[in-house]
Nanobody, 125 residues
Framework: VQLQASGGGLVQAGGSLRVSCVASGHTFGNIAMGWFRQGPGKEREFVAG????????VYADSVQGRFTISRDNAKNTLYLRMNSLKPLDTAVYYCAGRPTAGDKQYTRERDYTYWGQGTQVTVSS
């Protein structure tokens, strides 16, 4: 599976942005997906995960209530809508996926098989 993330950019604090991730090479509907991020000088961290059918989602505490993960299986696309952005949200955002047979979401890096190349999100104060 190939994952291509896009939609990053520069936004002011308090603003919104939506990043996307297009998948190819596999039946997207059989894949659980997630977003991770890596800020300057930091380890990569989990942001949000979603089940194969979009019915279940899980979020990191730091983004709960501000970010929304969603997917459109007909378009093979994963989204992350980010509202009320803060400078601390500045990071490279990565999409990730893994085959799944159940209605689960995954939060650990090692749970994921496929990774996109990342898209930069910069939040200015």
């Amino acid at each position: 599976v190939q994952l291509q993330a896009s939609g990053g950019g520069l936004v002011q604090a308090g603003g919104s942005l939506r990043v996307s991730c297009v998948a190819s090479g596999h039946t997207f509907g059989n894949i659980a997906m997630g977003w991770f991020r890596q800020g300057p000088g930091k380890e990569r961290e989990f942001v949000a995960g979603i089940s194969w059918n979009g019915d279940r989602a899980v979020y990191a505490d730091s983004v709960q209530g501000r970010f929304t993960i969603s997917r459109d299986n007909a378009k093979n696309t994963l989204y992350l809508r980010m509202n009320s952005l803060k400078p601390l949200d500045t990071a490279v955002y990565y999409c990730a996926g893994r085959p799944t047979a159940g209605d689960k979401q995954y939060t650990r890096e090692r749970d994921y098989t496929y990774w996109g190349q990342g898209t930069q999100v910069t939040v200015s104060s």
